[in-house]
């Protein structure tokens, strides 16, 4: 395929796509956190928005999450809402849709067939990915899950299609490195020697924990916060102080130090025990080698370390912004690498 090519990921909470062009080299890239569960009408206006800031194409790949946001009473129905929406910001362009069977369809062809689009960015990334390690286990951390893929002798050796299959067989680990409620992540926390139980509340995500601990900046800390308030340590510490109901003129800096260590840990292993499960399935044919994508890239490496896999970031294969955002880079690539017109 000729020409630049504009690769989207659609995600409930977050809009990412990539610019490739004919001659190579690290693909454009540009992420926009836009929570669509509670305006799903403006999505046409916010991807003419993100299009235009990146730069105009003519052709366009396309892959989503965002089919499963509870603005929708239903996955087709998210499927057939994010079509309309390509079709209102781009009238003159026919977008090629993304399948978790590994095939570009038409927005005909994916309307009629929507389960088969859903959810299906974690295949482009692993198939694009199969093409620079063809014996790996792919561990993709974003914002809001992990993806653990096998590639085994160039392929994708998934066993779940669809986020059920992929929940049960251990190749999505809902978890990520900020938008997880630590109230899903852990149930007590360290307390002075003892053992703390955590409110059920949204007081504090992922995010405030791995702001604390320097894992990640203030500029990483792209979603909303739990309270509305700003995205400093200081800030974030208030909110894991509210974890234990307490607030921070009660707590000690090495007392909010021990929550979110915990909780980093506890992330580590529930990312370690999909590796796990993936690789108990592979036996002797799992690759030793882990490639490392996403924001929470650095829990992933975390977690690889933990299960004895060899380490390698995509980021050094892509560039860091790329490997941020793998799914709208690889879409975009393998739509140029095919025949379709």
């Known amino acids: 395929m000729k020409g630049p090519v504009l690769g989207w ?18 693909p454009t890239v540009v992420e926009q956190p836009f929570a669509l569960w509670r305006e799903p009408l403006r999505l046409p206006a916010v991807l003419a928005e993100v299009a235009h800031a990146i730069g105009a ?49 038409t927005e005909v062809e994916a309307r009629q067939r929507p389960y088969v689009v859903a959810a299906a960015n974690w295949r482009a990334s692993a ?26 002798g160039g392929r994708v ?17 809902y978890t990520g490195a900020l938008r997880t409620p630590v109230c899903a992540i852990v149930r007590s926390v360290p307390w002075r020697g003892r053992r703390c139980r955590v409110a059920a509340e949204l007081f504090a995500i992922a995010a405030d924990a791995h702001l604390w601990m320097d ?15 700003g995205r400093t340590r200081q800030e974030a510490a208030a909110r894991l102080a509210r974890m234990v109901c307490a607030d921070v003129e009660r707590l000690q800096a090495s007392d909010i130090t021990a929550i979110a260590e915990h909780v980093a840990r506890a992330q580590t292993l529930q990312i370690a025990s999909g590796i796990r499960q993936v690789m108990n399935r592979l036996g ?10 996403g924001q929470g890239a650095f829990l992933a490496r975390a ?39």
């Open 9 to 26: 990921d659609v995600g409930g909470a977050n809009l990412k796509v990539a610019l490739v062009k004919d001659g190579g080299g690290a």
């Open 57 to 105: 194409a003519r052709t366009m790949a396309v892959t989503m999450t965002a089919e499963l946001a509870d603005c929708f009473a239903s996955k087709r129905e998210g499927v057939s809402a994010i079509l309309d929406a390509f079709r209102i910001a781009f009238p003159d362009v026919s977008p090629w849709i993304y399948g978790v069977d590994g095939r570009f369809r």
């Open 127 to 152: 198939t694009y990915v199969a093409g620079l390690y063809p014996d790996a286990l792919f561990v993709d951390v974003g914002s809001t899950t992990a993806d653990v893929i096998p590639i085994v």
């Open 157 to 173: 050796e998934a066993r779940g299609r669809s986020d059920r299959a992929r929940l049960r067989s251990g190749e999505l680990v």
């Open 215 to 229: 894992s990640i900046g203030q500029s990483d800390y792209t979603c909303e916060t739990p309270d509305g308030r």
């Open 284 to 293: 002797p044919t799992c690759p030793t080698d882990a490639v490392l994508a």
């Open 303 to 341: 977690a690889v370390d933990m299960v004895g896999l060899v380490p390698h970031d995509l980021a050094t294969d892509l560039g860091t912004a790329a490997a941020r955002s793998t799914p709208a880079a690889a879409v975009a690539a393998l739509l140029m690498r095919s025949n379709l017109n």
